[in-house]
Nanobody
Framework: QEQLVESGGGSVQSGGSLRLSCAAF????????MGWFREAPGQAREGVAA???????DYADSVKGRFIISQDSAGVVINLEITRLTPEDTAMYYC????????????????????WGLGTQVTVSS
């Protein structure tokens, strides 16, 4: 059974950094589309960063230059380095993946994905 497990969240002060990880279990092959989404209290879930098997990477405008997404060589773990955090980055961060997907910027704009982790909380204090 396919499963995504996130780790690495926590509480930091503004300007701090965190590294989030997502491990994929049970997938018969490396999901072509994987990424990170976040949901702040009272707000809609939004895409943060995505990485694809063809090497393409997409970022939300709000995190460009501060967040870096990467994937291990086996394609079973994706990481998100988040730096220069602000209180506006406070949210539950979720890992998502699709086995069948259209690679491109639309994947990050869409939140209707098949596989989701349970999330990891990131809290940034001022």
């Amino acid at each position: 059974q396919e499963q995504l497990v996130e780790s690495g969240g926590g509480s930091v002060q503004s300007g701090g950094s965190l590294r989030l990880s997502c491990a994929a279990f049970g997938f018969p092959y490396r999901p072509p589309c994987m990424g990170w989404f976040r949901e702040a209290p009272g707000q809609a879930r939004e895409g943060v960063a995505a990485i694809y098997t063809n090497g393409r990477i997409d970022y939300a405008d709000s995190v460009k230059g501060r967040f870096i997404i990467s994937q291990d060589s086996a394609g079973v773990v994706i990481n998100l380095e988040i730096t220069r955090l602000t209180p506006e980055d406070t949210a539950m961060y979720y890992c998502a993946a699709d086995r069948n997907c259209l690679i491109g910027p639309q994947w990050l704009l869409d939140v209707a994905h098949k596989y989701w982790g349970l999330g990891t909380q990131v809290t940034v204090s001022s």
